[in-house]
């Protein structure tokens, strides 16, 4: 099983920056499919970056030009940096990895097996 573990989540200021990272153990994080989402309060949770085993990468089209998707294979981390964060981007933040074996970058959570518990951010105006 893998086990991921979020951090870096925080209140910010409408315009700021952060990046978020996600420790990986149980696998080689090059090894698999890894995701960010995100929930808001009474949302449903939506897929915002994905990256496949190659290094692929791809965003849903409300945060292309402002979140990045990136992993440190000698750390075993996943990040999601995030620059002009807006008050829509209030959310809990997740990420996410297939299965071992299992191919393919995807924004739709239920192709994702395991799960991290989350990193609140919240962006004020």
């Known amino acids: 099983a893998v086990d991921l573990v979020e951090s870096g989540g925080g209140s910010v200021t409408s315009g700021g920056s952060l990046r978020l990272s996600c420790g990986v153990s149980?696998?080689?994080?090059?090894?698999?499919?890894m995701g960010w989402f995100r929930q808001g309060l009474g949302k449903e949770r939506e897929g915002v970056a994905s990256?496949?085993?190659?290094?692929?990468?791809t965003y849903a089209d409300s945060v292309q030009d402002r979140f990045t998707i990136s992993r440190d294979n000698a750390k075993n981390t996943l990040y999601l940096q995030i620059h002009v964060l807006k008050p829509e981007d209030t959310a809990t933040y997740y990420c996410?990895?297939?299965?071992?074996?299992?191919?393919?970058?995807?924004?739709?959570?239920?192709?994702?097996?395991?799960w991290g518990q989350g990193t609140q951010v919240t962006v004020s105006s």
């Open positions: 996410a990895s297939k299965g071992a074996g299992r191919r393919g970058w995807s924004l739709r959570a239920s192709e994702y097996d395991y």
């Open positions: 149980g696998d080689t994080i090059n090894n698999l499919v």
């Open positions: 990256i496949n085993t190659g290094g692929s990468l």
